[in-house]
Each structure stands twice: as C-alpha cells, then as structure tokens.
C-alpha cells in the first residue's frame, strides 16, 4: 500500500511495512490507512486555518475594523460533527477487520506446537512434542501457521516480531495464545515490547523461519541431549563440565542428557548452536562467551547472570565445555 523509498526494507526501517504473514499484513495494512488519513486530516486542518487566517485578516475590506464574527452556522456545525464521526466509524470497522484477520481463532484444544515464556530478560523456547528447550532462537516452518502458547516467569513482557504478527502480552500466571506464520524464509527479529526492567532493551528474539526440511533437522538435532565427552577425564571439556556442576552453574542451567536440570536460567544444551548470548547481546563467539561469564554485570548490568569470579584457566576451561555443547 505504502512503497516510499525510505520504507524499502534495505534500509532496515520500519519492519511494520514489510509483513511477511497474512496476520502481519492486516496489521500493515491497516497502520499505513489510519497513517495516511491522519496526514490528510492533519493537511485539511493546517490549510483551513491557514486559509481562514488570509481570508479574515483584519482591515482586508479597508475600512481597519476586525471582520464580523459569525454564530450558529448550522451547516458548518453538522459538517464538522458528522465528518469525526464518519471517520471514527470507518476506523472501527476496519479495525475488527483487522483484528479478526491478525488473531485467527485456534480450536481450545488444540496443543500449542510452541511455548515461549518470558523471563527477566531472555526467552525460554520450548517445543513440547519435540522436547527442545532453547533460548532467544525462534525456528518455524516456512508456510506452516505455529499456534504459540505465551507466558511468564516473572512480570509482564510482551512477545513482538513485527513482521510476522500481532503483539501480545505475557502475564504471569495467564497463558496467551497466538498465531505464528511466515511466508518466506528468512531471519526476523523481535523484542520484548513491554516495559519489564532495567534489561528490558536486550530482550530481543530473533526468528528463523526456513523450508520445512530444514526446520525438522534443526528440531532433530535440538532434541538431542548433550553428546557424551570423549577423550581424558583431564582435558579441557572434561575439566569445564566439572567445574560446570561443582560451582553455582547447575543451580540455574539445564543440560539435557546430563544430571543438570535446572530450568532457572536458558537450557544450555545447545548452546554454541545459537547466535547469540544473553538474548541478542552478544554474537555468540567463543571470546563473547567467555566475555559473558567473566563480566555480566557489565555487559547486561542487572541481569541474573552472577559473577562467579572465576580464574582465566577456569573460564577456558568451561568456555571448552560449552563449545562442544553444539
Ligand atoms: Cu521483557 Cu520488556
């Protein structure tokens, strides 16, 4: 509807305009209809008043004196009523329009395929037919509507990937659900959407939505546990998942096929699978993890994550431990 140069998606602006599902386009479509009608009713009110201030400027008719006031102009009166009214009722039934086609109904007994759940300040991701549990990577099927269960660990967040579909709050306690889909393949990022803490800027998701194939081989090899260690009980790995269950670690990470379970922090299963650390902080490289765990007060100031004061042998031997978590 709205192709401006400065909305084309190369320059990264506004994904709003750049809908990349059916429910995301009822939202665009609508966004850019109430933004155009509002630059229209902003121009006919500017000019009016531009108009009116030429047209009765004092002393036009030469005599000096101000013009005549008028009073009780039924015409005008009506016209400026019945015009408001007219577009507020226009822009409601748009919107149900709108809102019917960004929230499809889901049949209530339908399972969820996703789960995400919302925490201070990263997002938990679980596909519970599959048994995968990972953090802040979102995958989907190209072409393939994923009915997603939304939830909380802590207070109100807000599940946002503008391209593909309605925000919706997480409220504790509350389960939210909504419709996921992708037309085409490609990365698409999101973020928390409501105010949550100090970390609330770096709560960000980042969507892949690729062929179906692909996304049942990355399902695959995301519900595998952990792969067993091999090589000397000394080596650097070997050292790092000691070190990893000896010290705080456990008490708040997962892996799975280990005896770690814990489900306060992001599973870490796969975690050198991902992009990203600390949900969209950091790229995920080794040197960032290490960076991570060193000094997450000062990369995430306020994040869960403690500083455990480790030694630099330490850290290189858990950051050899986590790489092979793939
Ligand atoms: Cu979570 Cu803002």
Known sequence: ????????????????????SQQAHAISELFAFVLVLSAVVFAGIVGALIYIMWRFRRGRDGSGAEPRPVFGHSRIEILWT????????????????????????????????????????????????AGVVTANDLHIPVGRKQLVEL??????????????????DMVPGRHARLWL????????????????????AWMQ?????????????????????????????DSGPALGAQLFSRLTCVNCHAVRGTSDTATVGPDLTHVASRPSLAAGRLVNTPENLRRWMAEPDLIKPGSYMPNLHLSDQDLDHIVAYLLTLR
């Open 1 to 20: 509807m709205i192709r401006a140069w400065f909305l084309q998606p190369r320059f990264g602006l506004m994904p709003i305009f750049h809908p990349i």
């Open 82 to 129: 019945a015009i408001p009214i007219g577009i507020v009722g226009v822009l409601f039934v748009l919107t149900l329009v709108a809102m019917r086609a960004s929230d499809p109904d889901a049949p209530a007994d339908r399972a969820p395929d996703i789960t995400v759940v919302g925490h201070q300040w990263w997002w938990e991701i679980r596909y519970p037919a």
């Open 151 to 168: 939830q909380s660990a802590d207070v109100i967040h807000d599940f946002w990937v503008p391209r593909l579909g309605r925000k919706l």
């Open 181 to 200: 889909a992708a037309d085409s393949a490609g990365t698409y990022f999101g973020a928390c959407a409501e105010y949550c803490g100090n970390e609330h």
């Open 205 to 233: 998701i980042r969507v892949t939505a690729e062929s179906p194939a692909t996304f049942a081989s990355w399902l695959a090899a995301q519900a595998r546990p952990a792969p067993a260690l091999g090589g000397p009980s």
